[in-house]
């Protein structure tokens, strides 16, 4: 076993990898296994993972099942032992169903957890490469660059301008700045600057370090146990369901007051049993499975989500979604392809040079006269050299990129010319989101030579001089600034985006980034990714409005928005940030709403949009994938990071990740949040609709003088069956395919609303009627003969009304009747289970029951389906006769 150092802070690095048994080119893979063995993966305990059993005992923490044990000791003390078994009987049915769907929603929220396992770059070998970090063990050699998680403690060896933000361990807000020093060995936490700490991240700079410490032996690892879980603040959605929660509650309570009372003063019935139909009325008209439904049609949304690249990290923002109205999105990667192919090369006094080649190949010819093709050799030089970036091809033989795929391009541009890292690199700085260049120190020829790669408003800003004739250094005049502008512009509006090379002899006196010599210009073309132009066109019928925020030319911008439909007929303009600093809020609001392109963005400047945006009424989506876009993705109601290419911090921040960093999966994962919307609203309504009819017919019966039409066990078995079953049938709904054809949900619509109303009236009205008539037609049989068919008549009504639910704002049959399985399944076992309990002796006898004769039990469930035929009915009318009509009038 290695000797792991005490206090590497005190070694010098040279002495921590002598220690550690490692090298500057990282541990062999045998080595890895090895140290695996004995150290474990680089991972923390789950502190949310709940104990199988503890998920059982949850189920009987409710207050439903209190009522039902209350019900359950009435029945003892009345002397009706056969309903106690049966009360019983259902407390451990429903604890038994709630635990099978809570265990299955912790495994599906288990595996989208897996899918965001997070990465870091490591050498191993002395080959750079990209692994998940759980895999890292001491010895390994880390290679981070702004933006980046540390994904395990470490002792620094090289480093360049590094700074790290190491709130979440010390406190400390400010970013600390980080070198290789050697330093004292009793000093505090924070003042170990030579050290890196699991869980903080680079804020700036980058960093190569050594692997001290993994999983549990790391700072955040030693002190996991004695941090507590913070409560999080209510979503949107949890907002609304607790909503739901309090009407139903006071719907039924109500009901089952006026219940007590009218049978207290029109029924000769003894109060013990009068209490026992009202509280089971009272159970009937509280669904108490909705919790566990809604948790179901967040969880479903989600993993469905998943299956289309959109990962939840807040299973809550699956139904926010739904609301979104508008969304901000990048434009690189998110709307293109991100294969950023160099296709145009140009230096002053040259015409451009033609690039061939497909995405990351290195294979690819250039096209230009003879003299232009041997002036350019600088710009493959500086290509080669100035970059931070490898392609390998995977195990299914695709490229995969480490590092910018910026600067991956010039990878491949001097590839495609020859070159490679010849020069000795004696120093490299990371491209600075603010200086908006990189830059890397070379030897050549005994001199020092920084090259400079960049945003051509930047380094031209920076340059006094350029290439005349013969490579030769002249002064750079405000004439040929115009030229290169020019050839700027004329290369953005054919969607390019453009990126400017420099370099610069570095003596003793001068090391500023001023006074550069001008190299040239590249033109990358990052084509829009298939599919893109169809879901921003989905988003306009939906009612979202779509905005570009980038980094890139203004020119560059506007041309791909408009190839991807994002700029419609008289917004064809475009913001810069220079521009929009200079508004005052008045008319900084105006130019938000206005146009939707914005170019050459700070991430400050995002996040002022996305306020302006929340201001006027818009719930904000927002993709990001850098460090500096976390304040943005935060403020977003949903913050969405790239999977790929986007930085640890930026998915940190964010609500979702896109797996595949694609558009188009935004407008999926909408679709699906109003799905998930729809699917909560059905469910609820079904549950209170057929729970209120139920109640209501027990008001109007005792109203009338009547016997109890059904015993508290038969009430409680008939909502087992409804409840139990086709709610959940009903929130694995598929969507009907038109989601996006309607405007945004609102955020404060509730999911309980008026539309229920009609839904209520037909209910309740059809199922009193029929249940009333089929009492009175066979109470001369005996009340038990009568209830029996009572029985029959409200759950067939009910699981009739489960296919109503389907479609809300239409008929159920243009979702196809049988296009729900699992409705399918829910309706089939409840029928059956119906037919087993009144037809079996044995079942037959615990609730009552007396034998039907098939063709009674068959013309029974047929004047059941009158709920679904007239509401049917009533759909059509509502619905069906305006869309008709719609549809002639265009």
């Known amino acids: 076993m290695i000797e792991i150092p005490k206090d590497p802070h ?122 998940s970090s759980k895999d890292l063990v001491p010895g390994d050699i880390i290679v981070l660059e702004e933006g980046d998680i540390f994904p395990a403690d470490a002792r620094i060896i090289y480093h360049k301008n590094a700074r790290a933000t190491e709130a979440s361990l010390t406190g400390e807000s400010v970013p600390v700045e980080k070198d290789s020093k050697i330093l004292e060995r ?59 929660a309090k009407q139903m509650a006071l719907i039924a309570i109500g009901s089952a007051i006026i219940l007590f009372f009218v049978a207290y003063f029109f029924q000769d019935i003894e109060i013990g049993e009068i209490l026992l139909i009202s509280i089971a009325a009272l159970v009937s008209a509280i669904p108490e499975g909705l919790p566990a439904v809604l948790s179901i049609v967040l969880a479903v949304g989600s993993y469905r989500m998943s299956k289309k690249n959109a990962i939840i990290r807040e299973i809550s923002a699956t139904e926010s979604l739904g609301s979104v109205s508008t969304i901000i999105t990048d434009k690189t990667g998110t709307l293109t392809q991100n294969t950023m192919n160099i ?170 980034d001023e006074g550069l010599e001008f190299v040239g210009l590249v033109g990358m073309l990052d084509p829009p990714r298939a599919g893109v132009h169809e879901a921003v066109n989905s988003c306009h019928q939906a009612g979202i409005r779509v905005i570009m925020a980038t980094g890139d030319h203004a020119e560059t911008a506007l041309s791909i928005g408009k190839k991807v439909g994002i700029v419609r007929t008289d917004r064809e303009r475009v913001y810069t940030d220079d521009q929009l600093s200079k508004m005052d809020e008045g008319a900084f609001d105006a130019a938000v709403r ?4 914005f170019s050459r963005l700070s991430p400050k400047m995002k996040l002022k949009i996305a306020k302006s945006l929340q201001n006027q009424g818009e719930l904000v989506a927002m993709t990001g994938d850098g460090v500096n876009d976390a304040p943005a993705l935060k403020q977003a109601n949903i913050g969405i990071a790239m999977g790929i290419m986007g930085t640890d911090v930026a998915k940190d921040a964010s609500m979702m990740v896109l797996a595949d960093d694609n558009f188009a999966t935004i407008v999926k994962a909408v679709e699906q949040g109003r799905i998930v919307f729809n699917n909560a609203r059905r469910t609820s309504f079904f549950l209170l609709a057929t729970n209120f009819a139920e109640i209501f017919t027990l008001i109007i019966a005792i ?25 959940k049938g009903l929130a694995l709904e598929q969507g009907q395919g038109n989601e996006l054809n309607f405007p945004p949900v609102d955020p404060d619509e509730n999911i309980l609303n008026r539309t ?65 399985k699992w409705l399918n399944y829910a309706l089939l076992i409840s029928v059956l289970i119906q037919v087993i309990i009144i037809q079996l002796p044995f079942f037959a006898n615990l609730f009552k029951f007396k034998p039907v004769p098939m ?36």
């Open 10 to 131: 005190a070694l010098e690095a040279q002495e921590v990898l002598k220690s550690l048994e490692s090298s500057e080119n990282g541990l062999g893979q045998d080595e890895v296994e090895k140290r695996r063995k004995t150290y474990g993966y680089n991972e923390l305990p789950d502190p949310e993972k709940k104990p199988t059993w503890l998920i059982f005992v949850k189920q009987f923490k409710s207050q439903m099942v209190y009522i039902l044990l209350i019900a359950a000791g009435i029945s003892y003390l009345v002397q009706n032992h056969i309903d106690v078994y049966v009360i019983l009987a259902i407390i451990l049915i429903n604890a038994l169903i709630g635990f099978i769907q809570e265990y299955k929603a912790e495994g599906a929220l288990d595996a989208l957890k897996n899918l965001l396992v997070p990465q870091c770059k490591v050498l191993r070998s002395g080959k750079l490469q990209t692994i």
């Open 186 to 244: 009793n000093i505090p936490l924070g003042d170990k600057k030579n050290m890196v700490w699991k869980s903080t991240y680079l804020s700036g700079g980058s960093v190569r370090a050594v692997v001290t410490g993994t999983g549990l032996k790391t700072q955040i690892g030693e002190i996991t146990s004695s941090l507590r879980t913070i409560e999080p603040k209510k979503t949107i959605f949890q907002i609304k369901s607790d909503k739901l």
């Open 343 to 512: 296709t145009k090369v140009w230096m002053p006094e040259t015409n451009d040079v033609q690039v061939t080649g497909e995405g990351w190949k290195s294979e690819g010819e250039f096209h230009g006269d003879d003299g232009d093709l041997v002036a350019i050799e600088e710009i493959f030089e500086i290509a080669a050299h100035c970059h931070n970036s490898s392609i390998e091809l995977n195990e299914k033989g695709q490229h995969q990129v480490t590092g910018d795929p910026t600067e991956a391009a010039f990878l491949v541009l001097g590839q495609k010319a020859g070159k490679s890292k010849e020069l000795k690199i004696l120093d490299d700085v990371p491209f600075n989101s603010e200086l908006k260049f990189r830059s890397t120190l070379v030897e050549k020829e005994n001199k020092k030579i920084r090259f400079y790669l960049g945003a051509p408003e930047s380094i031209l800003s920076r340059s006094a001089f350029t290439s005349g004739e013969n490579n030769e250094q002249t002064t750079l005049t405000e004439e040929k600034k115009g030229e290169i502008e020019e050839k700027i512009n004329t290369w953005s509006k054919d969607s390019l985006r453009v990126l400017a090379l420099a370099k610069k002899e570095e003596g003793n006196e001068d090391e500023t």
């Open 594 to 597: 206005d146009a939707d392109i």
């Open 703 to 727: 109203s009338l003088g009547m016997a109890m039409p059904l015993t508290a066990t038969q009430i409680l078995w008939i909502n087992l069956i409804t409840d139990g079953f086709c709610d």
């Open 756 to 820: 229920i109303l009609p839904f209520l009236l037909i209910n309740s009205l059809i199922m009193t009627t029929l249940a009333i008539t089929a009492f009175l037609h066979y109470l001369p049989q005996g009340i038990d003969k009568a209830r029996t068919m009572v029985f029959i008549t409200m759950a067939f009504s009910q699981l009739f009304n489960a296919l109503n639910m389907r479609n809300l704002k239409g008929s159920s049959f243009k979702l196809g009747i049988f296009s729900n």
């Open 855 to 890: 063709d009674q039990f068959l013309l029974w469930i047929v004047l059941s389906s009158l709920v679904f035929w007239v509401t049917e009915l009533y759909k059509y009318y509502k619905f069906g006769r305006k869309n008709a009509l719609q549809v002639q009038q265009s």
